[in-house]
Structure formats: C-alpha cells, structure tokens
C-alpha cells in the first residue's frame, strides 16, 4: 500500500538518554513556542493554476486526484514546501520540524487526497506554485521531499527538465528517497524481503484490483509501525508534549484509516510507473536541478529500502550528474543503541535537525525580483 514515513523507534529511551543537556532544554522552549503558536495550517487558494488547468483539460487527471494545498504563512526569504511519503499527511511529516523551516518562511504542505492520486496532477500543482512564488512573491522555495514524496519531486524535476523548463529553486531536500518500485521490492523477488514490501507487493502484482483484506493488511502493518514508536511515553516527552502526540497520533492513523482503496492503488500506480534513476539519461535530461540539494538517507533503512535500492546506488555513485551541487549524508545517532530509521524525521528529529538547519543556512535569500 504504502511507505511509511515514521518507522518504528526500537530502544528510543536507550537512545534519548543520552541527549546532550542542550536537547531537553531546546525541547522546552520548542514545546513552549506549539504552546504558545500552535501549529494552524490554513489551506492555501492558489493564486496561479494555468498547468492544473492544462493537465485537467486533457483528461489525464480528475479534480479529486487534486492534494489539498495547505500554508502556515511567516515572513522569511525561503519558503518550503514539504510532500510527505505515502502516509502520514506532510503537515503530520515535519511536524517538530516546522518551527525550525517557519523561521526561514511560510510553509506550504501538499496533502494527497484519499480517495485517489494523480502524478501529473500534483507536479502541475507543483509548477503552479512554485511560480505562484517566484513572480508573486519574489521567492525561491525549498521542495522538501520525503520518502515517496521525495520520488515526487524526483519525477517533476525529470518532467521539467524533459519539458525545457528550469524552476527556480533555492534548495532540494529529500530524505530517504523512494523513487521507483525496485527502491522497495527487488524485481523478480518471489518474496519481498522487507516488512514494508511485503505490503505493497500485492499491490505491483495486482492487475488494477486488491482484495479488501490486503488493503485491511497495509493499514494495520503501517498503524502498527507507528504505535510501536508511540508507546514509550517516558522517552517520547523528551521530544513532544502529551497533547502533541495524541494529535499526531490521531492525526496518523486517521490518514491511514481513510485512504481508500483508489487511493491506496493509484499512489503505488505512480509509483511504479517512475523509471529508476539513471546517470546515462540523454545529456539535455540533466541535470535535474543546478539548486543546491541535500540527500540524507538513515543509517537503517533496510525497514523499508532493499538492498541494491536504484536511487541509493544512483546518487552514492552519480550524485553530481543529477544535481552539481548536491550533497549526500548519512543520518546517525552515532551507536546509541536506537539506530535511525527510514525518514524517521519524528522519532529521531535531533539526528536529522542538525544536518538539515547546516543545509538551511547556506542557502542565499534566493530573492527574485517581483512580477509588473
């Protein structure tokens, strides 16, 4: 069915005991601040629609494949805008996150709709946007991908760039990137050799139709992997509030709960149909982007990754060909007992915080001038 982007936290008191005394203490005062401001985002009417309108008019998409366009809106020269994984919600996917990239700008949140999914439909948002930001506004935006939502921006980068378009960008991330079916089952694999696998191969084996009992499978596989994070309460407050969690917990399962059975088969559908990453691609393919990029990948994910995973190979080996000035790391929380998992951005928000906020200063303001 899905990726999910909050991979269980195996021995996390082992791991949060050993925070710096910085860490509880920068807790609190992120804490205090959702207190005080809690998280509001507002759905965002855009202000440019012309490439959705193209894709709609030629009936390649339907109106309620659309992802609901949500902004938490701050001053600052650099806008994100975030694509979750397969669940949870983007709003859900950076949410200890969102103090930090709200002090840069507004942040913009592309929510999948349920009951379907549409490739083209969500880079033609994309497009919109971006150039909603670039000549309204005068800003460059960060795309902050995760999980699927990183094989997202992949895929409307390649369709940029096959199209003669260049967006104009202050920066790429994308954590832990999913970009191809073979990320997660190995082609030709009798048995997928990893939990998450496990659940979507029915789905790539399907010929357009899944059995209720396997949709009913991924949900609970997906709401287990969360729940087995979100028992240590003890370890847990070191990072979020009690009212914290239970809004993200609600907010989780609910996401897996209501994706439906066309929704759940059109986003693996998208999946499967982006072709691997390859650095032989025709020259005037790439690169993707000449925006600064980081790629960050945890030090485990073999929850979710297989072995020999395209994209991972792609970028270790040919990073430069997609993106000159892209960097690629490894997210550790250096052999505290409580490896990293795949885009665990929640359950080990201080290893990924710090690598992230580096990214974020060496950026430029990325100010473009406004439009007449």
Known sequence: MAVLSLSPALSLFAAFSRFS???????????????????????????????????????????????????????GATPTIVLGGFVPNSTEQVYLLRGFLLRRGSVYYLNYPRGGFSPELICAQLDDLV????????????????????????????????????????????????????????????????LIGRALKPYLDSGGTIDPAVIEKSRTIFAKMFEAGAQNREALRLLITGAE??????????????????GACERVDALRAMPPLSPWSAPEQLPLSE??????????????????????????????????????KIVSSENTGNPVQHASLIFHYFQFLPKIAAFYRGLKSGKLPLAA
């Open 291 to 328: 925006a600064p990029a980081l790629i960050l990948y945890a030090e485990k994910e073999t929850s979710v990754l297989a072995a020999g995973s395209p994209t991972r190979v792609a970028f270790e080996t040919a990073l430069g060909a997609f993106f000159p000035r892209g960097v690629l």
């Open 21 to 75: 005394p910085a860490q509880p203490v920068h807790t609190f005062f992120r804490a205090t601040g959702y207190k005080l401001r809690p998280p509001r985002p507002l759905p965002h009417p855009p202000a440019v629609i012309r490439a959705q309108d193209e894709v709609l008019a030629r009936g390649v998409a339907e109106p309620r494949q659309r992802a609901h366009l949500l902004c938490e809106r701050r001053h």
């Open 131 to 194: 150039e909603e930001l670039n000549y309204l506004h005068g800003q460059r935006p960060v795309v902050f991908g995760v999980s699927f939502g990183a094989g997202l921006v992949l895929d409307w980068l390649r369709r940029a760039r096959a199209a003669g378009r260049n967006p104009e960008l202050a920066g790429v991330v994308l954590v832990s990137p999913v970009a191809c079916a073979a990320d997660i089952v190995v082609p030709g694999e009798a048995k997928a050799s990893t």
């Open 245 to 262: 969690l239970l809004h993200l917990r609600d907010s989780v399962l609910g996401a897996i709960k209501q994706l439906d059975s066309a």
